[in-house]
């Protein structure tokens, strides 16, 4: 069997693979830290990506090749043990069988040797799957540093070009585009989208604010007759992976500027202690479209960001027993699950994250279909609010929106 020179030479890689790794998670001690780019992050994601593909391939290879032999052995093995016949298995290359030396023994240090193969063959797998988890590990380590970095982008939004747009399956919020229209403003920054519209801005679009006890970011505003709403969802064209864990709907994701999740954090920050309204605005493929508000108030994440909801919309989010003074309705993912359902995982049985009840009254962060699936259980991983369309008609764009209500935004 002609034995491939390439097992050492993946196990090489790998190490040095790992040693890439770690050298670019320790700091210079005489230079300044610097931020490696996406495009950085790319290319090396896309180079230890093909080194695991290579080392998958190499590995299969050389099992089939094993397979092969030891096949071939077990098929002459009864032969071999014969008086009269040949030691040598049929076809089997001649220096397998060195000359002098007793059949039996031969296939003996073969199948040793066999075992041993299999077993730098396990070793290589174990060793693919370790660089796939430290490459993760990083890639987490960088979107925390970006997540820092963002914070303090707003700071120079006035001095920068345009970012690209197109970072958007990230578990974060991704850069934004231009800069935000109170940027330039000396004053104290504003709490939220109600206090900028009664400072008397009326343009919808993205601004700075500062809610209590939180550092600055920036949020989609949209002004009405009404006042001024902070917009902490949208989805219109599936551009945006929904189905993340729980630190990305904590921390939130996606482009303010098309699809996103403001973040859970940010969201109880901008709520406070106040009662506020939620507007739930909701379109089919049709061009039809819905609009529900209720009152809520939002619990932190010792809560597990808990809804408070009064009794008839707690009711249609799925409550299946409702107290006089209404429900906490806590938020579920597929790795932190706290639905009302206790045989089921409602975020993983569906799709991305959301205060579930039960698993079939609403999920307005489930999966984008731009078609109708025909079969019905990938219907209900769609996005769908049951009382107005149904479970199974997953729909085209939805908006979430907050404000205060009048008597807590005048305090």
């Avoid at 002459?76 to 040598?88: D, H, I, L, Q, Y």
């Avoid at 989208?193 to 604010?209: A, K, V, Y």
């Avoid at 949020?219 to 969802?233: A, F, L, R, Y």
Wanted: aromatic letters at 6%.
């Amino acid at each position: 069997m002609h034995r491939a020179p390439t097992a050492g030479a993946a196990l090489v890689l790998c190490a040095a693979t790992a040693g890439l790794l770690s050298a670019q998670g320790r700091a210079a001690p005489t230079e300044s830290p610097r931020f490696a780019s996406w495009d950085e992050m790319n290319v090396l994601a896309h180079g230890l990506l093909q080194l695991g593909h290579g080392l998958r391939e190499h590995v299969e290879r050389t099992r089939e090749q094993l397979d092969a032999l030891e096949r071939r052995l077990g098929a002459c093995g009864a032969a071999c043990r014969e008086p009269g016949v040949s030691s040598a298995p049929p076809h089997a290359p001649a220096n397998l069988v060195p000359r002098g030396e007793a059949a039996p023994e031969t296939l003996g240090s073969l199948q040793t040797q066999l075992k041993a193969q299999n077993s730098r063959i396990e070793q290589l797998f174990q060793k693919v799957n370790q660089q796939q988890r430290h490459l993760e590990k990083q890639r987490l380590r960088i979107q925390n540093l970006q997540s820092q970095v963002d914070l303090l982008a707003p700071m120079h939004l006035g001095h920068g070009g345009a970012k690209s747009a197109g970072r958007r399956r990230l578990p974060k919020m991704a850069q934004l585009v231009g800069p935000a229209h109170n940027i330039s403003r000396l004053h104290r920054l504003p709490r939220d989208c109600q206090e900028l519209f009664e400072g008397g801005e009326r343009q919808s679009g993205l601004f700075q604010i500062q809610p209590q006890g939180s550092p600055p970011f920036l949020v989609n505003c949209k002004m009405t007759s009404d006042g001024g709403w902070t917009v902490i969802q949208r989805r219109r064209d599936g551009s945006v992976d929904f189905n993340q864990p729980w630190e990305a709907y904590k921390a939130g994701f996606g482009d303010p500027q098309g699809e996103f999740w403001l973040g859970l954090e940010k969201v109880h920050l901008i709520m406070g202690d106040r009662s506020s309204h939620l507007a739930v605005q909701l379109q089919d493929w049709e061009g039809n479209a819905e609009s529900l508000q209720f009152p809520v108030h939002l619990g932190g994440e010792d809560t597990a960001y808990s809804l408070q909801l009064t009794a008839p919309v707690a009711s249609e989010l799925g409550a299946t027993t409702v107290a006089p003074n209404g429900l906490s309705l806590p938020f579920s993912t597929w790795d932190q699950d706290h639905d009302l359902r206790r045989d089921k995982n409602c975020a993983k049985s569906l799709s991305g994250g959301w205060w579930f009840g039960t698993c079939g009254h609403s999920n307005l962060n489930g999966q984008y279909f731009r078609s109708i699936p025909l079969q019905r259980q990938q219907r209900k991983k769609g996005i769908f609010w049951k009382t107005w369309r149904g479970r199974y008609y997953p729909l085209q764009a939805t908006t979430m929106l907050i404000q205060p209500t009048a008597a807590d935004a005048a305090s």
